[in-house]
């Protein structure tokens, strides 16, 4: 159920009205439309609630239900796309912004190294794994906090934000205390209890699509993320599972058209884990540009066959400048005709 | 690694071996090969290591490396079938084992009636979700711990064990006192924190493959459970997710002969998940019953049409008494040519 | 359309009908259901013809409207199940038959002692490929007709029927004259060329699902075969495309059961090309027979390893013979129960 | 095996040599590769074949084995793009051709209509179905030859080339004689006895990926064109089968630079059968165009909603407009940097 309030509804009001219906069992979420307050009311409706207690309440302009499978996801009440800013950054709604960094932070030294370069070349935001979700039990599962240190004074010295993979409830704090922005992975996507987690975690998520979800069970899985208080979500294509076993993943770049028509929330390409070979990073970072994604994440490696893990799809500093070049000058082409 | 000891190692010889290993810095299990002991080294080697190091020690008969991607899980160190065995239960290694049940624990009403009808026609384990996993954060969650409790009097009261899916860490405890199984649902099959927790829980877990998970995938998923100290594993094929829309997911019958040359662990079926449609449970359990799964998890309501999930895929009391009778019967059948 | 037609309608007067609608334009076919004629029209009806046009003529009982999407394979006319008879044989409606032989006819020699075997053993249609669909072009494309005829003397001198694919219109008479039942192969499901020259050949047509066929596909080329004439059509599953790499398809045991609710036509496993392994044959052949699948086509050598192609699915004749004992075991169990 | 040539190998001795390895049972293509002649030996060679009685011929330089599973779409003998020119036009090695029309030929007028608003914002290949291969026996399956003859006549008139779909061998000649360019669709691509027919058919063939058709299948089913005779071939990316549904298939625009690390032919993108969407279009080929595809094509309608066959995915000429710009400009920037 939506309740449109007036448009001068005093914040004093609608706290109040919020606390009423919490009271009366509503889970709400207060949300503004074009500057208009709405309470979205999540749970707690049944077909049997008479509407009129709802639309006689003080500063009550309307009440309509929504048959939306997306209430906060959707574009029906934020028809505007959501635009992230951190610092001096921003991601959606216009920039083209580039992630980069290791798959995993190897040392204090490696992940300094990669910063400044990628940095240079045009890449604001710093990516590194501390925590690896790995296959295999006996897989290297990365440097936990000291790693995360390490990419936290590396972002700094670059002026970069941070990213980095979150892979259970337990860590969420840890995550947030170091990093700007964390990471869902694809194999954690459908992990509710960490999606509600993170739903209050005060920061932004970067929420990678599963394997073989559908884009209505990836809509869901960020649903839940706004529905548990977190408006700031990147939503991120990095290749579904095919029949096709040269290239790791199959990179369905339709899902950013598709997505755009569902959702306002920013949409962001992973070509590295799409392809998982480096000569093909640099054709989809362009075809990422050419649908307008918000941005791509990259993984760059200054040695990328020494790479601790996934080095068949590393990409050197050298090959992302280039990279960086063409995607900015596919970026303005878009934006200029 | 793999140390094989002499036959009459005495046992505080072997603990102060697997100390000492631990005190080099490597993680160690006890295993026993057709009553030999075995120390498996499971972290901390690399290819530097000098083999006469270890060749040397008290009691040591030979080592070798082991090139097996499934350490434990695998059928070289351990040719027959595990049992496991739980109060008067055996799963694995012989019988065929129904679980049955609601989807949801509805109400105590609910689980008692269809505990004793499933009981009567042959249902050894009860089957039912107390915590919902869910694709929108707005369905119904389940019941929480009085479902559980619910469950387990109902089960006890007919003789039965109990299964219920745990869904995260912080459940596991919860989970672990009320019912005789913990289930891994398809979506968490790479929860890789949900599974280490569960390797020191102390009751077998029954892991769900994943929608698209390969079998190495799959196996390596169990591997975690094992190297994390349960050896107590159950895998469950439901069916994994193809381009085919009328049928809910496909269901890999070919995945127990393929996985029964690749591990010792027994693997049950779950026809419901896999097709999602009533009339056609029966044939998916003859089905299992003819490659010789070690059993079946069917979802049975007395209501079908009114369960609060999944309400497709629910057979009644009358088609389960037919439907245990002819796996029965191809069970027999199979052990007696 | 359908046309329903009074129970004692002359054939004379069936006839005049047919060429009168003919000449008004109309595709027509004759069935015959329940013992009652009825006319089909399958082409030339839109949403403008006046019903009554047809109501009133001769012998018409009733004239109604179809919307299935199946008007000949379907159901809802032919609520029976097809038995397509061919001498003493009979596929569909209650036997399990078991077609089996070598991939490819290899040599006179060959084809003789794998039918004497597969005969003794139970089989009574032999299997055996002339003219060999192949990816690459630089393989053996098959014997042509003198494989064909090797065949078909082998198949006689053990009285079985002979089955062989055909891959281009201009081969059907060749075909035709040689073989008791024509294949289609899984890439030349949708040649639908092909299908429409084989609706009227005379003979039975096996017609393999494609790699990623959905079921409505499937059955949309059977009804290709009907509506150009052939009433006899063997559907066979025999594994689809996903993402898996250790079996060579994934069979879909579930077909089965799901197209036995759409369809009246006979249906058969190929459990061989489903896993391409000769270990996993027979567990998929005892899962066809659980599924109550009208039989079973395996790929038998009696020197697997040398076979010409495909050699690592072709199981020697002694599995064969175990294979069959359990299937026939399971198919009365299902029968008696 | 390939033998090389000496670079003056006058042409009649060339020949004598093709036709003595002729009578010596091989078969045999002749080709130049840096402008130097060589014989490559398709079939005929076995591992028994003493190496020096070719060696030893006159005007053989060298004689080598290959090993790559492409003879002749690989790289490794043609390094170089393949360059189709028909008229003025050129297919491959540069420009970013527009192939765009109607999905079916509906009317003279019509196609007429079509072809001179696509031709007007940049189409030089007019597509046009007159043959159509429909999944149900029961829908329109185009106008045929007259249809042909109605493209024909607009594409001249429009200055532009025509591509028409060619369902089976039969029709070749009759699809020779009026179109430029034969289209073999996703569902024939591995109709091996239309493959081989086209091989000889003097036109260059566009050859549509299947529907789950790994790069190995495609790049095999492209290498019985060649194998067959026909160097001009064209591959074409239309999507794949995958799980989704709301996207009629998914694109995989990794395709292109996978498969242009393997071969040598022209790669064109179909974004109207990838989405099945009109919104989602023009992103596609924005992407295809920033994956340096060597074109387009496209399903342009005056009234899209009017369309008899896939009425869902065709764009207006509007659109088609803004979407040339865009791809050429992305195409310009591509190149100029």
């Known amino acids: ?160 934000l941070s990213i980095s993979e979150v892979m259970q409830t337990e860590e969420v704090d840890l995550l947030t205390e170091y990093v700007d922005i964390l990471q869902v992975g694809a194999r954690n996507m459908q992990n509710y209890s960490l999606l509600k987690r993170l739903g209050s975690c005060g920061k932004p998520v970067f929420l990678k699509r599963g394997l073989s979800a559908t884009y209505h069970e990836f809509l869901s899985a960020a649903e839940y993320l706004l529905a548990h208080g977190n408006p700031e979500v990147i939503l991120c294509e990095r290749g579904v599972r095919t029949f096709e076993t040269l290239s790791r993943n199959t990179l369905d770049i339709g899902a950013v058209p598709f997505l755009r028509e569902l959702t306002h929330l920013p949409i962001v390409i992973d070509p590295s884990h799409a392809c998982g070979r480096r000569t093909v990073v640099p054709a989809l970072s362009y075809a990422a540009a050419a649908v307008q994604a918000d941005g791509i994440m990259v993984e760059v490696h200054t040695d990328p066959d020494r790479s601790v893990s996934d080095a068949a799809q590393a990409i050197t500093p050298e090959t992302f400048e280039i990279l960086m070049k063409k995607c900015n000058a596919i970026h303005e082409v878009m934006n200029a005709i």
Chains 1, 2, 3, 4 share one sequence.
């Open 1 to 160: 159920m939506i309740i449109n309030l007036e448009f001068d509804t005093p914040l004093p009001a609608i706290e109040a009205l919020c606390d009423r219906l919490s009271f009366m069992g509503f889970t709400t979420q207060l949300y503004h439309h074009d500057e208009q307050p709405i309470i979205m009311v999540l749970q707690g409706i049944d077909a049997t609630i008479d509407q009129s207690a709802f639309s006689d309440l003080p500063y009550v302009k309307s009440v309509s239900f929504s048959n939306e499978k997306y209430k906060l996801v959707g574009r029906h009440l934020h028809s505007q796309p959501t635009k992230i800013k951190i610092g001096g950054h921003q991601i959606g709604g216009g920039p083209f912004v580039a992630m980069a960094g290791p798959c995993t932070i190897e040392s204090e030294d490696q992940i300094h190294t990669i910063a400044r370069l990628v940095a240079s070349k045009g890449a604001t935001i710093l990516r590194g794994g501390a925590f690896k979700p790995r296959t295999s039990p006996y897989d290297f599962q990365g440097l936990g906090e000291p790693g995360l240190r390490f990419m936290r004074d590396a972002a700094r010295a670059n002026g970069m």
